[in-house]
């Protein structure tokens, strides 16, 4: 694919240096590139979706490797691959239905006549497993009519002719539909904060005292749906040592007009008992149920539940991730600079100190922690409000079993 080659490049030297940061922003970027390379495909004669399918995993697997800890890049790139299965699955279900429908409707079939399509036991089986899954919602509104009957009278030369572009309408369709279902995608992702905050006002009731740690743009825009809704209530904002964005959080909630308590991170077991509800954001929302959330959130989760508090993970459907903690293919945490925690000037000293085991001082600065799913009361998402032992069958709908390991299949392009 030399035409989106650069495009490729350039998306993981960004995703390398760190110039893009964020699931919401990772994944729609993620989404846009594996538009562009869907778009720049040149579909084969035959086996299109397995070709199309194994150009994604080829993008994919570099994406994927430019930054681990960015689990939203594989969550979108194992959607794509579970849109093209669907969108082929769809289409050869149509040809299948067509075909059976020129065949018991012509009211002059001849049993013996050897030029009409017929389909065997075998084909209809198969058509009916396929009838079983639910078709793309892109095929559902669009009527876009199959022509597989085949003309008696046609020369073989005009066979072979309508085959071929049988074939090729077959190839286009599948990949404006598979194009079609990633814009589809990409209007999940950005609409995803509107869907949720939609919810805001069947959580959040009056005079409630909410608790939440750092800065997260779904917890924020979900404060401010409620706060719109003339929903009175206080929020606690734990500080988000050592990066604090709770400051940046607790500012943009009083320019609200939201009542608004700054905390510093160990004082939230002093405070929970004043809560009536945990909301945080999340990282990624694993397929146990388990939460990569910004460090410290495994310290509220365990105050919540320590004095009954309900701990709620709020969080967009791009984020559902299909792995679990312990896949090999899982990287659950990143060390940031230590100069957020102490400044090399002040403890150079300390630092020059060594002996023989290593040096005396050393700084560590994870920047996520795993909040297991028994410590999570709710997860809302942008398809409402579910439960951790509910969120496997969410996250079967988004992904196909298969797919959980991004791996190119074959060297051919």
Do not use: W
Not at 55 to 75: D, S, W
Not at 94 to 120: K, W
Not at 196 to 221: F, M, P, W, Y
């Amino acid at each position: 694919m030399p035409d989106v080659q650069p495009l490729v490049s350039e998306f993981v030297l960004k995703l390398k240096r760190r110039k893009v940061e964020g699931s919401h922003a990772v994944a729609r970027q993620t989404a846009e590139l594996l538009r562009s390379v869907v778009s720049q495909h040149r579909m084969g004669s035959t086996n299109q979706a397995a070709a199309l399918a194994d150009a994604i995993r080829g993008v994919g697997e570099q994406l994927i490797a430019a930054n681990p800890i960015e689990l939203a890049v594989g969550n979108i790139v194992r959607r794509v691959l579970h849109i093209i299965k669907e969108e082929d699955i769809s289409s050869t279900a149509v040809g299948i239905e067509g075909l059976s429908v020129t065949a018991d409707s012509d009211d002059e079939y001849d049993s013996g006549n050897d030029d009409h399509p017929t389909l065997s036991a075998a084909v209809l089986a198969a058509h009916a497993r396929n009838a079983l899954r639910a078709p793309s919602l892109q095929t559902l509104l669009e009527d876009i009519p199959v022509n597989t009957g085949l003309s008696r009278s046609a020369s073989s030369t005009g066979d072979s002719d309508g085959k071929s572009g049988d074939k090729s309408s077959k190839s286009r369709k599948l990949k404006h539909d598979v194009i079609a279902a990633i814009g589809d995608l990409i209007d999940e992702i950005d609409t995803c904060y509107d869907q949720i905050s939609e919810q805001a006002v069947e959580h959040i009731h009056q005079n409630e005292v909410i608790l939440t740690l750092g800065r997260s743009r779904t917890v924020k825009e979900f404060l401010y749906a409620a706060k719109e809704k003339k929903r009175s209530f206080r929020v606690f904002v734990a500080e988000g040592a050592p990066r604090y964005q709770g400051h940046v959080l607790a500012k943009e909630l009083v320019e609200k007009g939201v009542q608004t308590t700054v905390i510093t991170d160990s004082a939230v077991f002093a405070m929970i008992s004043r809560v009536n509800m945990v909301i945080v954001g999340a990282h990624a929302i694993m397929a146990n149920g388990g939460v990569i959330a910004p460090v410290g959130m495994n310290m509220v989760a365990l105050a919540a539940q320590r004095h009954a508090v309900p701990f709620v993970v709020v969080a967009g459907s791009h984020k559902l991730c299909p792995l679990y903690p312990h896949n090999p293919e899982v990287l659950l945490n990143e060390l940031k600079s230590p100069s957020d925690l102490l400044d090399f000037g002040e403890f150079s000293n300390c630092m020059n100190c060594s002996t023989q085991d290593g040096t005396l001082l050393n700084v560590v600065n994870p920047t996520f922690d795993y909040v297991p799913p028994k410590l999570v009361s709710l997860f809302i998402t942008d398809t409402g409000g579910h439960s951790p032992s509910y969120m496997y069958r969410l996250i079967a709908e988004y992904y196909s079993a298969d797919d959980l390991v991004v791996r190119r299949k074959s060297t051919s392009s």
